[in-house]
């Protein structure tokens, strides 16, 4: 069975510093992995995914993740951080057939200060 | 990119009433469509998985005949919830895609249900 660990439940950080949101997944073949940014009340985003490829991802917003298979990691990144970054983020894992329904991360609350 | 309505996006019932949600794809055939459900400051859960014309594949522990899944027509799936209770109070979503490997899965802006 698929899952996804996102270790941190809160992270503060002040505004123009650079953030990493940390996600881990179990799966045993390749997986698809997934980046969504959800606001309070809101439905989700996708910022980024990875299929195959470039293991370093560009997405909206300014955010990128890395595909580590060796850690089993699928970390979120970004340089500098702006105040109207502050939301909900859930890393997700699906599977590589037709159905590829989505296994979800905890989520992470990025609070950011001014 | 391909946009997922779903309505309404609040409602509040009482118990022991049925509430209807729909999921519609807008500019896309959706094969498939996905229910989850979010407590509040909890991730998503998936419920059911349904395919356009065929039955709705529930996960464990999610009750299909409270949770009623109609998948009649490839832009449109409905989660009926049955005789709903103050637990059933959750913040539900749905996604769809075209069938296919290296396809992603499109969000609804979600429903928040309430029931007094």
Known sequence: AQSVTQPDIHITVSEGASLELRCNYSYGATPYLFWYVQSPGQGLQLLLKYFSGDTLVQGI?????????????????????????????????????????????????????? | GAVVSQHPSRVICKSGTSVKIECRSLDFQ??????????????????????????????????????????????LSTLTVTS?????????????????????????????????
Request: proline share 3%.
């Open chain 1, 61 to 114: 917003k300014g955010f990128e993740a890395e595909f580590k298979r060796s850690q089993s990691s699928f970390n979120l990144r970004k340089p500098s951080v702006h105040w109207s970054d502050a939301a909900e983020y859930f890393c997700a894992v699906g599977s590589n057939n037709a159905g590829n329904m989505l296994t979800f991360g905890g989520g992470t609350r990025l609070m950011v200060k001014p």
């Open chain 2, 30 to 75: 959706a094969t498939t469509m996905f229910w989850y459900r979010q407590f509040p400051k909890q991730s998503l859960m998936l419920m059911a998985t349904s395919n356009e014309g065929s039955k709705a594949t529930y996960e464990q522990g999610v009750e299909k005949d409270k949770f009623l899944i109609n998948h009649a027509s490839l832009t």
């Open chain 2, 84 to 116: 709903a209770h103050p637990e059933d109070s959750s913040f539900y979503i749905c996604s769809a895609k075209v069938g296919g490997r290296d396809t992603e899965a499109f969000f609804g802006q979600g429903t928040r249900l309430t029931v007094v």
